[in-house]
């Protein structure tokens, strides 16, 4: 299985700031993908992210929210802009082989707080 | 569309008790079903699946699970709970005929708490 490194594992951030989580693998992945995961609440899927194009939203989350970048096989970032209270959440980075029986494999998370 | 339902939020159970954790799924196709647990302040971690073939598969931790095509199940089993068990449990669905993007839909998930 894939070692996934998620930077920060914990932030507290102001009201209208950005911030960017990083996902480093350590082997390349065909594919890439971030999870929310709300306090009590389970896994909601943001997106997919594509290696060298636009990642591929799921409905309800949009680019310019949750910017992503996929520049190589092994790196990935999501951005959470503009953040209110409301997106408090642990942020997931989870790899899989492309493979329809294959199981993710997922990253620590990173828990914001958004005051 | 592909969805999971697991109707408890919370199972409890006594320390060398069997525990069982449900999870019913609906998919326009076959399923590929997948249970990871979770413990506090972690990601997620991948315990077992089934695909295809026997309906009791083996995963890791003394865990299993068993599906039931006809009652669109896969619950989670385990002969005799530890206390070190007691973590937040996920089941997940993928559809065998779209392959659901790769993608994964979990369900609510169950927290389980297993007692001396």
């Known amino acids: 299985s894939a070692v996934i490194s998620q930077k920060p594992s914990r932030d507290i951030c102001q009201r209208g700031t950005s911030l960017t989580i990083q996902c480093q693998v350590d082997s390349q992945v065909t594919m890439m993908f971030w999870y929310r995961q709300q306090p009590g609440q389970s896994l909601t899927l943001i997106a997919t992210a594509n290696q060298g194009s636009e990642a591929t939203y799921e409905s309800g989350f949009v680019i310019d929210k949750f910017p992503i970048s996929r520049p190589n096989l092994t790196f990935s970032t999501l951005t959470v802009s503009n953040m209110s209270p409301e997106d408090s959440s642990i942020y997931l980075c989870?790899?899989?082989?492309?493979?329809?029986?294959?199981?993710?494999?997922f990253g620590e998370g990173s828990r914001l707080t958004v005051l | 569309a592909q969805s999971v339902a697991q109707p408890e939020d919370q199972v409890n159970v006594a320390e060398g008790n069997p525990l069982t954790v449900k999870c019913t799924y609906s998919?326009?196709?076959?399923?590929?079903l997948f249970w990871y647990v979770q413990y506090p302040n972690r990601g997620l971690q991948f315990l077992l699946k089934y695909i295809t073939g026997d309906n009791l598969v083996k995963g890791s931790y003394g865990f299993e699970a068993e599906f039931n095509k006809s009652q669109t199940s896969f619950h989670l089993k385990k002969p005799s709970a530890l206390v070190s068990d007691s973590a937040l449990y996920f089941c997940?669905?993928?559809?065998?005929?779209?392959?659901?993007?790769?993608?994964?839909?979990f369900g609510t998930g169950t927290q389980l708490k297993v007692e001396l």
């Open positions: 989870s790899v899989g082989t492309g493979s329809p029986t294959g199981e993710l494999f």
């Open positions: 997940a669905v993928r559809d065998h005929l779209t392959g659901g993007g790769n993608k994964l839909t």
């Open positions: 998919v326009s196709g076959n399923p590929y």
